[in-house]
Nanobody, 125 residues
Framework: QVQLVESGGGLVEAGGSLRLSCTAS????????MGWFRQAPGKEREFVAA????????DNADSVKGRFAISRDNIKNTVYLQMNSLLPGDTATYYC??????????????????WGQGTQVTVSS
């Protein structure tokens, strides 16, 4: 059974930083592209960032470029999202996702095979 377990969310002031972690089990982690999506109340789910199975290539949404960075550790079966210069608009539930590692990374949520339960990030102004 595949499980993606996120951690690291919380309440932070605008301009602050958080690092989200997602630890995977039940799959061969190094064979999967990984990513992060987020969803704010009343809004559609939004792509944040993705990283290829090898970690060589990443993609970030325009809204977070220069502020967020995705990385992974294939020994620890963990993907990270370092979030800096946080804005109130970054407030959302953040979801870790996984898809089989063929082809390029994608921002389309329907292309991902597995989703975590989410972790809440709240940025106060």
């Amino acid at each position: 059974q595949v499980q993606l377990v996120e951690s690291g969310g919380g309440l932070v002031e605008a301009g602050g930083s958080l690092r989200l972690s997602c630890t995977a089990s039940g799959l061969t982690f190094s064979n999967y592209h990984m990513g992060w999506f987020r969803q704010a109340p009343g809004k559609e789910r939004e792509f944040v960032a993705a990283i290829t199975s090898t970690g060589r290539t990443t993609d970030n949404a325009d809204s977070v470029k220069g502020r967020f960075a995705i990385s992974r550790d294939n020994i620890k079966n963990t993907v990270y999202l370092q979030m800096n210069s946080l804005l109130p608009g970054d407030t959302a539930t953040y979801y870790c996702v996984a898809k089989t590692g063929t082809g390029i990374v994608t921002s389309l949520p329907g292309r991902y095979d597995y989703w975590g339960q989410g972790t809440q990030v709240t940025v106060s102004s």
